[in-house]
């Protein structure tokens, strides 16, 4: 069974630049896996940053971008703020009306 | 407004059935492929469902397939998951979203599910 792979947790420094990667236990991620990505706080529910791998959602700042970089897809937070700190997610469409999520990264900000 | 709100969670034991609804509201539901997402406590989240926009193709998370139902109601804008045999492993907050482009857009704010004795 194919996982979605992330890095449990990353920390970036206010107003500095992180990159969150989601890749495949086996394989590589391209934009026929549909990347999509999510943002979540505790006792929140999620809210979508991007979609289709490099678009941003509906009132999303410019400050979150989406790409594929190399083998993986990837989120990448430029002029981090404290209000960044959360947990996030990407999602991979699968085929066959299939969705994986990835684990989730804990993101903080210090 | 655009929303999505979840409701019918509730303690179930171990075997029961659960009936979630998710009632939408400003735009057109009939015209969007709707999912319903789970998240158990303190853990990530994880797809469960999807169905079309008419009802007519659905798909399932394979610990989820031939115990859960997909459905919906496109005159009262309403989506729905049946829930039977219940397990343990089931408790979480179920949320429902709304589907853009092979992804998730708009989410509700969750109903959640436990399942004990």
């Known amino acids: 069974q194919t996982v979605v792979t992330q890095e449990p947790s990353l920390s970036v420094s206010p107003g500095g630049t992180v990159t969150l990667p989601c890749g495949l236990s086996s394989g590589s991620v391209s934009t026929t896996y549909y990347p999509s990505w999510y943002r979540q706080t505790p006792g929140q529910a999620p809210r979508t940053l991007i979609y289709n791998a490099n678009t941003r959602s509906s009132g999303v700042p410019d400050r979150f971008s989406g790409s594929i970089l190399g083998n993986k897809a990837a989120l990448t937070i430029t002029g981090a703020q404290a209000d960044d700190e959360s947990d996030y997610y990407c999602v991979l469409y699968m085929g066959s009306g299939n969705w994986v999520f990835g684990g989730g990264t804990k993101l903080t900000v210090l | 407004e655009v929303q999505l709100v979840e409701s019918g969670g509730g303690l179930v034991q171990p075997g029961g059935s659960l009936r979630l609804s998710c009632a939408a509201s400003g735009f057109t539901f009939s015209s969007y492929w709707m999912h319903w997402v789970r998240q158990a406590p303190g853990k990530g989240l994880v797809w469960v469902s999807r169905?079309?926009?008419?009802?007519?193709?659905?798909s399932y998370a394979d610990s989820v397939k031939g115990r859960f139902t997909i459905s919906r109601d496109n005159a009262k804008s309403t989506l729905y998951l049946q829930m039977n045999n219940l397990r343990a492993e089931d408790t979480a907050v179920y949320y429902c979203?709304?589907?853009?482009?092979?992804?998730?857009?708009?989410w509700g704010q969750g109903t959640m599910v436990t399942v004990s004795s």
């Open positions: 979203a709304t589907s853009n482009s092979h992804a998730f857009d708009i």
């Open positions: 169905i079309s926009s008419d009802g007519s193709t659905t």
